[in-house]
């Protein structure tokens, strides 16, 4: 039976994940995982040969996130932002294919809200359009580097706190198919989709072929399997798809439950979560071998 790879990102480790903290690939393999979903690194972070021969020795594969910002923003409207977030895409396939990653996904279009300290405000129907003609020729020039080096790029739709311009799937499909490359696709993520979608399984077939990396994370970011998320009807969802790719897990850990503490804060491990993600990962992969002993 074809099951997908599962793994987990860097991040539940370390931020910034660097060369000490490589042993955390063999306690992924350990936990169940069969993929690591890394940042892009940033200049001088990770020595790219040293990172590829260290996940192929844990027996991993990888896949990346993009990190966008401001200075680096397909959406904007600044010549120079826009530019750089179109090398900075071209720069993700270079790392992607020296590390042997097949998959940059992320808010690929850039304009990233409250993260990034941007506060949402109204948009005109000139200014959005101006935005979508922006994002859709930065992809399809980014999107030849890629096709060019078998990487493929997954637009990630966030929800509306993180972003005013692709939060729905029907939102990221209108951008990928505008860009109609096979090497630009959707790529979903269950915490968000989980505020926007009016249903979540139909949603991943509405990205049907078009999908191409998949987050399962719960409506808290937390552990798969401890919320509110009915895992087997997206397993379900994602086999009728014919889904084959990487579902990476992401949780962010609240350990503080103390009212005014930012539940949205990225918080470094204080102790082993080995066993809860092992149990994540198990949980999951069950749910995806029954959807397929049901089919």
Not at 13 to 33: D, L, S
Request: negative net charge; charged residues 25%.
């Amino acid at each position: 039976m074809t099951t997908n790879p599962i793994g987990v990102i860097s991040m539940f480790y370390a931020r910034p994940f660097t060369r000490e903290h490589f042993g955390c690939f063999q306690r992924m393999k350990r936990a169940g995982a069969d993929v690591v979903e890394l940042l892009v690194p940033e200049p001088g972070e990770l020595d790219l040969g040293e990172t590829r021969a260290a996940i192929a020795d844990a027996g991993l594969s990888c896949v990346l996130a993009a990190r966008v910002n401001l200075n680096r923003d397909l959406a904007s409207a600044d010549a120079g932002a826009h530019h750089a977030g179109v090398t900075y895409l071209e720069t993700c396939v270079d790392v992607a294919a020296a590390l042997g990653a097949a998959i940059v996904g992320g808010p690929l279009y850039g304009a990233p809200l409250v993260f990034a300290g941007r506060a949402p405000a109204p948009v005109d129907d000139d200014e959005r359009k101006r935005r979508i003609d922006a994002i859709v020729a930065g992809l399809s020039q980014a999107g030849k580097r890629a096709a060019e080096s078998g990487v493929q790029f997954g637009v990630e739709p966030l929800n509306r706190f993180e972003t005013d311009i692709c939060n729905t799937t029907r939102h990221a499909l209108e951008i990928v198919e505008r860009v109609s490359n096979p090497a630009v696709g959707v790529m979903l993520d269950t915490f968000h989709m989980n505020m926007e979608e009016f249903d979540l399984t139909d949603a991943i077939r509405q990205a049907g072929s078009k999908l191409l990396h998949f987050q399962a994370n719960e409506n808290n970011r937390g552990f798969v399997g401890s919320g509110h998320i009915d895992w087997p009807t997206i397993a379900r969802a994602l086999r009728d798809v014919a889904y084959r790719g990487p579902i990476v897990l992401e949780p962010f850990r609240r350990r503080d439950e103390r009212a005014g503490t930012p539940l949205a804060q990225w918080r470094a491990p204080t102790e082993n979560e080995d066993e809860p993600l092992a149990a994540s990962i198990a949980f999951l992969k069950a749910a995806l071998a029954f959807a397929g002993r049901t089919a």
